[in-house]
């Protein structure tokens, strides 16, 4: 009797330190501290791809927390995360659902930013999603379509490359401008090395005369200065000149002068007109009385 009562409570005190066992590795693994502080935050997110409560939060890569729990509110998701009392966060920290392993598990990355102005936990912090291998499937299934005509396309130039460098006339061709070019080649090596002699007499001669002409020019920079100003001077002259001659022009136009006046004055032109019409009716008088009997003057003298 006694020994089954020992075994008895051998089987009891075995099965309590197996589920309290249980229990530190559950909490371990999940990351929950039975026997210390944590700090809740909550972080709004507009998708968690997957998170699930009990998914481990990370500070710059090191576990520091754990999701506990998930909800649903005005079609934004708010995530109520625990995280550990020496996880210092501040003002311009980030909070980011990253992908945890191939698998497709998930976490929610910390970076604690270094604003120096701690954040304050009660408020609602914002999130963002940046994606992983599901979403970068999605966007793929986006563009497989373009992907595919690419690929087509590409299949299609190369294939036309091919057709054109298998062409026996093309290849001919090329190799006989090959064999041009290099005989070109030749042929011009050939004269440098033969005119070798004259080509290094032309340069030093162009060299001599580049520094002839520079010497010329340091030489009479004073009188190249002075022609130059004396230039100028003839050129603000002249301009001078055009200008008064544009505004006779205009003030002739616009009868602001005896010239002016003289060419555009109607009456005056009448006149001129009427005193060579008296003038010439004068002298067909004058003619007519020369031809019979001369002039007859008719004057009384006193």
Known sequence: MKDTR??????GVL????????????GWAKDIQLFGEDQMIKIQFNSVAGLEQGDRVTVHGIRKGHVQKIELIDNEVIVSAMLDVDAKLFTDAEFSIVMLDMMGGKKIEVNPGNSGELMDLNKLQQGKFVGDLATAMEVFGEVQDDLVEVVSETKKTITSINTLLSDKDLQNDIKSSLSNLNGLSKKLSKIVDSNEEGLNQLLQKGNQLAESANKLIT????????TVSEMRHVINNS????KKL???????????NNIGKLLYDEQLVDDLKVT?????TLTEI??????????NVDAHIF
């Open 6 to 11: 020992k075994t008895e409570i051998r089987v």
């Open 15 to 26: 099965t309590i330190l197996g589920i309290i066992g249980f229990l530190l590795i559950f």
């Open 219 to 226: 030489d009479n920079s004073e009188n190249i200065n002075a």
């Open 239 to 242: 301009n001078s000149l055009i």
């Open 246 to 256: 544009d505004k006779l022009t205009a003030e002739v136009t616009n009868k602001e």
């Open 276 to 280: 060579i019409s008296q003038v010439k």
């Open 286 to 295: 004058l003619i007519e009385q020369l031809k019979n009997e001369g002039v």
